[in-house]
């Protein structure tokens, strides 16, 4: 677990942006808790003194007070609208980066660093526990900087009117805006911590609850997952109360605290005043500023109950954002010779760093224009050469070249855009077909999507589409059949016009038929590139290379023309 | 329904806490007063009839005490309403999972899951604060103005009056603001929703937009709709201190009102110090609840806006499966599966099967060919229940399916299902959701006839490996073991139902797998879906689907010599 002060830097580094925002509502929620004290304070001064005037008969101005109260009164309202639309403004600009911002560092870890974490729990950690580093800069920020500024003013104003009050209410500030926060941090943090865990372990398990609802029903286990659920619910609900109580507790101490303190001023006052020493008027004063000045205190013992459920998911963000991508980019691209040759130069690559290899010293080329197939069992290293030439694992040995320059000198990005992919998991988005369409070219016109479509198969498909290129597909593509899911991804690969077409069994959980039809769209796409297939059954796909490099625990074993590759898989 | 009335009885359950949170309050308010009569009590003597302190002892005393006890008082208050709305927070959203779970397999396949996960845990998390505060404070705003009134009226009826007047006005203000923030409000929460979905859907699939070199341009676009939501609820949020401001700024008004109207009495003579202080003491919290009802205003709107969503799962309308008497047993032993005549279409339109007839022998292995699109997924779908055919009949040996008890149904299945979920937890976890307590011998011999053991060998930790959703960087063959390896610890099945069960695997493994359905299919009926021919060449019935219907059947090497669609899917493997 990281510390929490070095979280908080990283925290308050990201806020740069939005620094003179907060800073701006911090001023305004200063001008309106100042105010409202001043506002008390002022009133009693006012209502005293009109008493007193009233008893003695010692004519009195009151219209300056009059006119601070109106004055303050201004302020007060107004300040407390500006300040909470300002500092709202400002949470939520940051919040709204801060969740992209944490995507765009998930970017590069994808796939080597995600494939082991659950979906619900990132989800968890981009919503929720972003959304509760809102807590920071409006739960303690604000409320600790206008208690601070606040108190101080009044230690001063009492130490002029009345050293001793001074003490009182120093003593009085101390222990409810530091000792119980502090009791309340402490007391709450277990809780606080574990719900945000909890929390997350609810999503997963609803999650699983759902999308697994199929397998649930036919082994009967809908009724004890559903109890799984009840149990983390339940006791997420036995930490939340537990919490709200430390809150109220805490929350509860400061008009206690405030009371007491009056009535200490009082007892402190009062003899002062027997004995001539201060007017009552100020003494009053004094009370209602007292009184006012403990309203700034109310939310801090509050807020700290929530301190240690904000730090973890702030943990939570930043470990996951911290997360070292598996491969280093460079800061520069070198220059790639198209069309490329990719080369594989004793490429040695695992998973684990006291693992098998899964590449194991591998060394071949392949020339522009070549089409190769990649066969094997699986774990025989075929998705790892993939892996490695898409940059999306490293080397551990040896290298891998594409287009004359060393992988490590390519960014990643730049590597890909010559590389068309169809693979075992393209996905396709809950977005309408145009969109996923030209979510591999950008750019593209009407034209040029409609010859995709054309040469994919998919113009009946589009047709018979409600809305037609708008019709959305459903989460993950899911209202598409695996056969049209397929040939969408082919015309995402069409549209991109990369000099290599990378072929992850492409015909995979389709029939027979279907898969032949595909062929004669594959075939297209792979006119004019360099293709790379890497499959378990190569029967129907033989039309589309002239090599196969055939790959055993790692090692390329052998690589031959399909014909003869054919003839000697045909004897056995 | 209307959502206020949603809300309204969804709060039925907190009748009896909140009996209990007005009774609280009410004891608060007359403690308040109590407090200030005390305090101005204390002032006036000490300070203008110059009673010694020694003498006031008294007053300070109960000051000193009620004190305590008003803390104590609010504390409770809060507790109670807190505990109830947690836990009614806790049987709603019981409920909706229920009513989500009962669209059935096919109606969840329909719904995005980060959707229904954002309204199951943040729509009924914005709904707690409205029973946990809001309507407690609804009360407050009810009673403790109507208290404090009582004690002000015989103190200063002028006071009493000023205040009584602009009381009612702050609500109507309030309602009057509010609307307009509550329409801001629900858009505002679909844009969460909608937000949610696009995120869960992103990182779904960021390996195939970094391949596409689109991720970084769809974190634009998020970007962009991060903005737009931003805006609508700043939309929201201004309207909704809006509406505070007003409170604030009438409560304000009036206080000082109060405060003049005594200043000058005090004065003039016409009122006495004790009863002026009493009053100036009381007009704040008089105002206190209203104002604090303002702030809460947006908690209310959240709610409101949560709820619509909530509603619209809840009537969400259900697949009526008629189970006319479900509760016949099935038969012992493997039964025969029987296709009679069956139509089906799905719920958006799709028409799955068109008379759709064939029968699946008990023991022996039947496999259902044809090109995707045809009906194959959906006759697996039928037989475990998940749906009813418009017309026709599927039975389970001489049984109606819809007659038969289908948790005792599914007991006698194992499945495999095109795309096998995997749950969160480990490899043995995921084994073990479809066999609970199946013991370590009858695991290792699953783990072993699936093939799976070559993948747990590789593995960090073998069996107790944590599973991420794709499976640890498991590949489709090796996800594909692990499906087998789950359908095989279903030991006790009598009924073998795979859909794609050699997937993604080379023909070695493929065929190891195959022998083991060969030895089960002496004791079992089972009914595979192949896009391999492999799979229906071991088979003695293969079933040809297209266009919802059977286009042909027999034993797979009479088909292979008919000249029909059997051949025609035989010459395009081997082209």
């Known amino acids: 677990m990281r510390e929490t002060t070095k979280t908080l830097r990283q925290f308050w580094a990201l806020m740069r942006p939005y620094r003179a925002r907060m800073a701006g ?139 001793l009050s001074a003490c009182l209410i120093v003593l009085g500030a101390v222990v409810t805006g530091i000792v119980v926060p502090a009791w309340t941090r402490w007391r709450a943090a277990e809780d606080a911590s574990q719900s945000v865990y909890d929390a997350a372990a609810l999503r997963g398990l609803l999650l699983d609850a759902l999308r697994g609802h199929a397998e649930l029903t036919v082994w009967g286990g809908i009724t004890s997952h559903n109890a799984r659920i009840a149990s983390l619910d339940a006791r997420l609900a036995a930490q939340r109360m537990r919490l709200d109580r430390v809150q109220a507790l805490g929350g509860g101490m400061v008009p206690l605290a405030a009371q007491w303190s009056v009535l200490g001023l009082l007892g402190l006052g009062l003899a002062i005043v027997h004995a001539g020493g201060l007017s009552p008027i100020w003494l009053v004063m004094l009370s209602l500023l007292v009184l006012a000045t403990y309203e700034l205190i109310t939310p801090l013992p509050e807020a700290l109950a ?37 080369r594989y130069h004793n490429v040695r690559l695992r998973y684990r760093e006291d693992g098998p290899w899964a590449l194991d010293c591998v060394d071949f080329a392949l020339a522009p224009g070549a089409h190769v197939a990649i066969v094997g069992a699986p ?56 969109d996923n369409l030209l979510l591999a070219a950008p750019d593209a016109d009407a034209g040029r999507i409609h010859k995709a479509i054309q040469l994919a198969q998919l113009e009946e498909f589009v047709r018979a589409l409600p809305q037609g290129y708008h019709t959305i597909l459903g989460e993950a593509g899911g ?94 | 329904m209307d959502t206020t009335a949603w809300l309204r009885r969804e709060g039925q359950q907190l009748r009896g806490p909140l009996k209990h949170v007005a009774l609280l309050t009410t004891l608060n308010a007359l403690v308040i007063v109590a407090q200030a009569w005390l305090l101005a009590d204390v002032l006036t003597g000490a300070l203008f009839a110059h009673v010694p302190l020694s003498e006031l002892w008294q007053p300070c005393l109960g000051l000193l005490l009620l004190a305590p006890l008003r803390a104590l008082l609010s504390i409770r208050a809060r507790r109670t309403a807190f505990d109830a709305s947690v836990a009614v927070g806790t049987h709603l959203r019981r409920r909706l999972l229920d009513r989500a779970q009962a669209l059935g397999p096919l109606g969840l396949a329909a719904e995005a899951s980060g959707d229904l996960i954002t309204r199951l845990v943040d729509g009924v998390d914005a709904v707690l604060p409205y029973f946990a505060r809001y309507l407690p404070q609804v009360t407050a705003a009810a009673i403790v103005p109507l208290v404090l009134a009582a004690f002000i009226f015989p103190a200063d009826w002028v006071s009493g009056c000023v205040l009584i007047v602009s009381a009612p006005l702050i609500p109507v203000f309030m309602v009057l603001v509010g609307q307009s923030a509550e329409r801001a409000s629900q858009k505002r929460f679909r844009q969460l929703t909608r937000l949610g979905a696009a995120f869960m859907d992103t990182l779904g699939g960021l390996t195939t937009l970094r391949q596409l070199g689109a991720a970084y341009r769809i974190a634009d676009q998020l970007d962009s709709e991060g903005e737009d939501y931003r805006r609508l609820t700043m939309e929201v949020l201004r309207i909704a201190f809006l509406s505070a401001l007003v409170l604030e700024f009438f409560a304000m008004v009036s206080i000082a009102v109060v405060a003049v109207l005594i200043g000058f009495r005090l004065l003039w003579k016409e009122m006495l110090f004790q009863d002026g202080l009493f009053v100036l003491l009381l007009a704040p919290e008089f105002y206190s609840p209203l104002r604090a009802l303002g702030a809460l205003r947006h908690a209310r709107m959240d709610a409101l806006a949560a709820a619509d969503h909530l509603i619209a799962l809840e009537n969400h309308e259900v697949p009526h499966i008629t189970q006319k008497n479900a509760s016949l047993a099935p038969p012992r032993g493997a039964p025969a599966l029987t296709f009679d005549d069956v139509y089906f279409a799905y ?71 095109q795309q096998p979920h995997i749950f969160e937890g480990t490899v043995r976890d995921n084994l073990l959701l479809a066999a609970p307590g199946a013991e370590d011998s009858a695991i290792r011999r699953a ?121 025609r899917l035989l010459q395009a493997e081997a082209r």
């Not at chain 1, 950690?125 to 920020?141: G, N, S």
């Not at chain 2, 259902?368 to 045809?374: D, E, K, L, P, Q």
């Not at chain 2, 005792?408 to 194992?414: D, G």
């Open chain 1, 379 to 434: 774990g025989a290293g075929k998705s790892s050469l993939l892996g490695a030439l898409q940059k999306f694992f490293p080397t551990e040995e040896g290298f891998v070249e594409f287009g004359g320059a060393p992988l490590a000198m390519v960014r990643g990005d730049d590597l890909r855009q010559h590389m068309a992919v169809i693979a075992q998991y393209s996905t396709l988005f809950n977005r309408s077909l145009l």
């Open chain 2, 447 to 567: 783990v072993a006839d699936s093939g799976l053991h070559y993948v747990v060998a590789r593995l960090p930790q073998g069996l107790e490996t944590p599973l991420g959703e794709h499976g640890f960087g498991l590949s489709g063959g090796e996800l594909q073991r692990l499906a087998v390896a789950r359908a095989l610890l279903r030991e006790q099945a009598t009924v073998w139902l795979w859909d794609e069960a050699t997937a993604h695997l080379d023909k070695e493994s493929a065929r190891a797998i195959a022998d083991v359905i060969q030895i089960a299919s002496r004791t079992r009926t089972i009914l595979l879906i192949a896009h391999r021919l492999a799979l229906a060449q071991i088979s003695q019935w293969v079933v040809v689907l297209g266009g919802g219907r059977v286009l042909e059947e027999g034993a797979p090497a009479a088909l292979a010599k008919a000249s029909g669609p059997y051949q």
């Open chain 2, 347 to 417: 719920a958006d339109g799709r028409t799955a099967l068109t008379g759709c007839s064939f029968r699946a022998a008990s023991t022996g292995i039947t496999t259902i060919v044809g090109a995707s699109g045809g009906g194959k997924s959906t006759i697996l779908k039928l037989v475990l229940g998940f749906a009813q055919p418009a017309s026709g009949s599927v039975r389970i040996e001489g049984a109606d399916l819809s007659e038969l008890d289908l948790a005792q149904w599914h007991e006698c299945v194992a499945w495999i299902p």
């Open chain 1, 25 to 163: 509502g911090a001023a305004l929620a200063l001008v309106a808790g100042l105010s409202a004290v001043g506002l008390m304070a002022v009133a009693g001064w006012f209502i005293a003194a009109m008493a007193l005037a009233g008893t003695t008969g010692v004519p009195i101005n009151y219209f300056s007070p009059a006119a601070a109260i109106r004055a303050f009164a201004i302020l007060r309202t107004g300040g407390r609208y500006g300040e909470r639309l300002v500092t709202h403004d400002a949470t939520m600009r940051s919040l709204v980066r801060l969740r992209t911002w944490l995507l765009r560092r998930l970017i590069p870890l994808a796939p080597a660093q995600l494939s082991s974490m659950r979906s619900a729990d990132l989800m968890a950690r981009l919503r929720a526990d972003i959304d509760a580093l809102e807590h920071f800069y409006l739960a303690v920020m604000i409320p600790f900087g206008v208690a601070f500024i606040g108190l101080g003013l009044v230690f001063l104003i009492s130490l002029a009117v009345l050293p």
């Open chain 1, 306 to 342: 929530q301190w240690q459920a904000t730090v973890t998911a702030a943990q939570r963000v930043f470990d996951l954002a911290d997360t070292p991508p598996a491969v280093l980019e460079p800061a520069d691209s070198a220059t790639l010779l198209m069309p490329p040759w990719v």
């Open chain 1, 479 to 572: 209202l598409v059949s695996g056969g049209e899911a397929r040939r969408i991804v082919i015309a995402q690969t069409l549209l991109k016009d990369a000099p290599v077409l990378i072929l992850d069994e492409p015909t995979e959980g389709l029939d027979a038929q279907t898969a032949d039809d595909l062929l004669v769209a594959l075939e297209t796409a792979a006119r004019g590139r360099t293709v790379i297939l890497v499959t378990h059954r190569l029967a129907g796909l033989a039309r589309l290379v002239d090599e196969v490099i055939v790959m055993e625990g790692g090692r390329l074993r052998d690589r031959m023309p399909v014909s003869v590759y054919m003839e000697r898989s045909g004897q056995i």
